[in-house]
T-cell receptor, first 114, second 114 residues
Framework: AQSVAQPEDQVNVAEGNPLTVKCTYS??????LFWYVQYPNRGLQFLLK??????LVKGSYGFEAEFNKSQTSFHLKKPSALVSDSALYFC????????????FGTGTRLLVSP | DGGITQSPKYLFRKEGQNVTLSCEQN?????MYWYRQDPGQGLRLIYY???????QKGDIAEGYSVSREKKESFPLTVTSAQKNPTAFYLC?????????????FGPGTRLTVL
């Protein structure tokens, strides 16, 4: 069965420091991988995606993610965190065939302190 | 939240009642989705539709029903058969031209059973 794991319920980081939010996946074939962010009582906003090619993907708001096929990981990163980055982050995966059924991780809450 | 609207934002239901959640999009997307979000569980797929007058069950369809009479609209009915309906419900849509196109999410409806 396909699955996505986000091993950390919460990540704490000081403003200005680099941040990493971890994601590993178990999807057959070559997956498409996505990161979304959710602010309180709001819908999900798309940040970035990996389809194929360069393993380092750049997205919105200065976020980037690194695809590592051997470790089946797709960690989200940002060089310098902002307090406004505090939110709930979801990693999701889809098989690259036919209908796009996303499998979501359970989410990681990022808390950036001033 | 792009061109997807959900109403109402908050909904209260008495046990035994059916309620309908509205989802409208003006993005000209063919594919639409309904998800349920519970704390610590990520998002789970309830129903999806790839084209007008066609829809398919997702992972947790029991106790829910949908219709897709218009491209722009994909309402979700939570029936009295749904044993634990209190949750945050998210609608999404996608341009299905490529299987890696990201999904766009609405702002959500929070349903509470009294």
């Amino acid at each position: 069965a396909q699955s996505v794991a986000q091993p950390e319920d919460q990540v704490n980081v000081a403003e200005g420091n680099p941040l990493t939010v971890k994601c590993t996946y178990s999807v057959s074939g070559n997956p498409y991988l996505f990161w979304y962010v959710q602010y309180p009582n709001r819908g999900l906003q798309f940040l970035l995606k990996y389809i194929t090619g360069d393993n380092l993907v750049k997205g919105s708001y200065g976020f980037e993610a690194e695809f590592n096929k051997s470790q089946t990981s797709f960690h989200l990163k940002k060089p310098s965190a902002l307090v406004s980055d505090s939110a709930l982050y979801f990693c999701a995966a889809a098989m690259n065939t036919g209908f796009q059924k996303l499998v979501f991780g359970t989410g990681t809450r990022l808390l950036v302190s001033p | 939240d792009g061109g997807i609207t959900q109403s109402p934002k908050y909904l209260f239901r008495k046990e035994g009642q059916n309620v309908t959640l509205s989802c409208e999009q003006n993005l000209n997307h063919d594919a639409m989705y309904w998800y349920r979000q519970d704390p610590g569980q990520g998002l789970r797929l309830i129903y999806y539709s790839q084209i007008v007058n066609d829809f398919q069950k997702g992972d947790i369809a029991e106790g829910y029903s949908v219709s897709r009479e218009k491209k722009e609209s994909f309402p979700l009915t939570v029936t009295s058969a749904q044993k634990n309906p209190t949750a945050f419900y998210l609608c999404a849509s996608r341009n299905k031209g490529s299987s890696y196109n990201e999904q766009f999410f609405g702002p959500g409806t929070r349903l509470t059973v009294l």
